[in-house]
């Protein structure tokens, strides 16, 4: 198929009212969204991405309202949540009205919700007419998407649209906690902190998905985030053995030689570079990347979930 790039929320729109798939972006990542009550649609997603068929979507709505044409009901804890940071890079995860279809859960009675707050995001779901669900718009087990070239570079011929805009904001995925229990759990560390959910719901939990528990997020026992190239991840330069031809990423001029080295002036620079350096190091063929380890504040440990990850696979 040919992918048509267009900068008009109206025109990518038409693509989804058609049963299509379009590639957009939001303040996390580009997603590749399909009518969230369309199976044939959201089957041409996994099929696009080589996703595995049990790895659930999000929905994205343009609004809160549109929140009760997919759940049965809003927990009080939950409702909280929604209060306090949607529109946002936080994901709800809530049981499923019977209208929403299987394929677009993998089988779960679960379903998660978010509502993006990037202003095209938003247009571009009004104009659908309907909430969409996106996973991250890029091949299955490559890092996600934080600009439109990107997503080309995945999906072009894969998919209808893509939906060109900025790079995006934040650059990693959003936070997802699961509500459907009476004690809300962080599945996947995101933008949203941990301090900054529990300022509003002080009960909540986080599991170690590095630990021994089994996965409760099904996303997160595929591989992930990973360029072609090694991730070594390091904290100061005795820990180096890089050569000219590796590449750097981290806060400080730590490894001088490196071929390819990005130096960000904050933590959030960093997560919004990490996903496209990664791509620049695989097109340029490099083996190892270095990766500066950051601190537990902000948005560091979602950035540190992302370097972990890259770095075992
Ligand atoms: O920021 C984001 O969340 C981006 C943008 C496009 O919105 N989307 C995204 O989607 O990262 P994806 O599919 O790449 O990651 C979704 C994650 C996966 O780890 C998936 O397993 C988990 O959320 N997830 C989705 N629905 C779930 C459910 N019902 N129960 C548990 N985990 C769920
Ligand atoms: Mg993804």
Same mark, same amino acid.
């Given at each position: 198929?040919?992918?048509?790039?267009? +900068?008009?929320?109206?025109?990518?729109?038409?693509?989804?009212?058609?049963?299509?798939?379009?590639?957009?972006?939001?303040?996390?990542?580009?997603?590749?969204?399909?009518?969230?009550?369309?199976?044939?649609?959201?089957?041409?997603?996994? $099929?696009?991405?080589?996703?595995?068929?049990?790895?659930? &979507?999000?929905?994205?709505?343009?609004?809160?309202?549109?929140?009760?044409?997919?759940?049965?009901?809003?927990?009080? &804890?939950?409702?909280? %949540?929604?209060?306090?940071?949607?529109?946002?890079?936080?994901?709800?995860?809530?049981?499923?009205?019977?209208?929403?279809?299987?394929?677009?859960?993998?089988?779960?009675?679960?379903?998660?919700?978010?509502?993006?707050?990037?202003?095209?995001?938003?247009?571009?779901?009004?104009?659908?007419?309907?909430? &969409?669900?996106?996973?991250?718009?890029?091949?299955?087990?490559?890092?996600?998407?934080?600009?439109?070239?990107?997503?080309?570079?995945?999906?072009?011929? +894969?998919?209808?649209?893509?939906?060109? #805009?900025?790079?995006?904001?934040?650059? %990693?995925?959003?936070?997802?906690?699961?509500?459907?229990? $009476?004690?809300?759990?962080? %599945?996947?560390?995101?933008?949203?902190?941990?301090?900054?959910? +529990?300022?509003?719901?002080?009960?909540?939990?986080?599991?170690?998905?590095?630990?021994?528990?089994?996965?409760?997020?099904?996303?997160?026992?595929?591989?992930?985030?990973?360029?072609?190239?090694?991730?070594?991840? &390091?904290?100061?330069?005795?820990?180096? #053995? $890089?050569?000219?031809?590796?590449?750097?990423?981290?806060?400080?001029?730590?490894?001088?030689?490196?071929?390819?080295?990005?130096?960000?002036?904050?933590?959030?620079?960093?997560?919004?570079?990490?996903?496209?350096?990664?791509?620049?190091?695989? +097109?340029?063929?490099?083996?190892?990347?270095?990766?500066?380890?950051?601190?537990?504040?902000?948005?560091?440990?979602?950035?540190?979930?992302?370097?972990?990850?890259?770095?075992? #696979?």
């Amino acid at each position: 198929m040919k992918t048509v790039l267009t +900068r008009s929320g109206t025109e990518a729109a038409g693509f989804i009212k058609l049963g299509g798939i379009v590639a957009f972006p939001t303040e996390t990542v580009y997603g590749l969204g399909a009518n969230v009550f369309d199976e044939t649609a959201i089957a041409k997603i996994f $099929a696009a991405k080589g996703r595995p068929s049990d790895n659930p &979507l999000i929905a994205h709505v343009s609004s809160v309202d549109q929140i009760e044409l997919l759940t049965r009901e809003v927990p009080p &804890l939950a409702q909280k %949540l929604i209060d306090s940071f949607f529109p946002g890079p936080l994901t709800v995860v809530l049981h499923k009205s019977d209208t929403v279809p299987l394929i677009a859960t993998a089988g779960l009675d679960t379903i998660g919700l978010r509502m993006p707050r990037l202003s095209l995001a938003q247009a571009f779901l009004v104009e659908c007419n309907a909430p &969409l669900v996106a996973p991250s718009a890029n091949l299955s087990g490559r890092p996600s998407p934080t600009t439109w070239q990107a997503v080309e570079e995945d999906l072009d011929g +894969r998919v209808d649209c893509i939906l060109q #805009s900025d790079a995006t904001e934040i650059g %990693l995925e959003s936070t997802v906690v699961d509500c459907t229990s $009476a004690t809300p759990l962080v %599945l996947r560390k995101g933008a949203v902190s941990f301090e900054s959910l +529990r300022a509003v719901v002080p009960q909540i939990s986080s599991i170690d998905v590095d630990g021994s528990d089994t996965p409760r997020s099904p996303g997160m026992k595929h591989r992930h985030y990973s360029p072609r190239a090694d991730v070594v991840l &390091l904290s100061d330069a005795a820990d180096s #053995s $890089a050569t000219n031809d590796d590449a750097f990423i981290g806060l400080h001029p730590i490894i001088s030689s490196a071929r390819i080295s990005r130096i960000c002036g904050s933590t959030e620079e960093y997560a919004a570079s990490l996903f496209e350096f990664f791509r620049e190091c695989d +097109r340029a063929g490099v083996k190892t990347i270095y990766c500066e380890t950051v601190e537990d504040m902000g948005i560091g440990p979602a950035l540190m979930d992302r370097l972990r990850r890259a770095s075992e #696979s």
